[in-house]
């Protein structure tokens, strides 16, 4: 509670509070999950000829044998650990380096960001497939949902705090 100039007492969370960054990771973890399935399972099929399948990657990172852990462990990381990425790493560096940027220019740079460390990182450094898949149609279509799902969180995160970037 903040108290205004008028001596009214303002009921609007403190936009830092631990409540609520949790919330709105939370919040925005939903949305960008949302629009990850909703591309990788209806829409990447119509263009590629099958879904994308990051549990498939998770699996061979891993060495996991239950696709269901996969499954649960990149739900959960695009879920919790995503959204804290942009919120503590990604939006700061923004805000330092180059606060006149608008905030989907950032999410579209935290997207692609994103695309690297699964494609590059992941899949060709730790698991050994070749690098971004080799380029093939598959690697656009996680580009794209990459981006999708950056600028989905960037969009929740931009409408619980309007601060520039």
Not at 88 to 106: C, E, Y
């Amino acid at each position: 509670m903040v108290q205004s100039r008028a001596g009214a007492i303002d009921m609007q969370e403190n936009p830092f509070s631990l409540g609520r960054v949790i919330v709105t990771v939370l919040l925005a973890g939903i949305a960008a999950e949302v629009t990850w399935e909703i591309w990788t399972r209806l829409i990447t099929p119509l263009w590629v000829g099958g879904p994308l399948e990051p549990a498939a990657l998770v699996q061979d990172v891993f060495k996991l044998q239950s696709r269901f852990a996969a499954e649960i462990i990149h739900f959960l990381v695009g879920l919790i650990g995503y959204p804290i990425g942009y919120l503590v790493i990604a939006r700061p560096l923004a805000r330092a380096l180059v606060p006149w940027m608008p905030w989907w220019l950032v999410a579209l740079g935290y997207g692609t960001g994103l695309w690297v460390f699964a494609l590059y990182i992941m899949a060709h450094l730790v698991a050994g497939h070749p690098a971004f898949l080799g380029f093939i149609p598959l690697t656009w279509a996680s580009l794209v949902g990459h981006l999708g799902f950056a600028v989905a969180l960037a969009a929740v995160v931009r409408s619980r705090d309007p601060a520039p970037v």
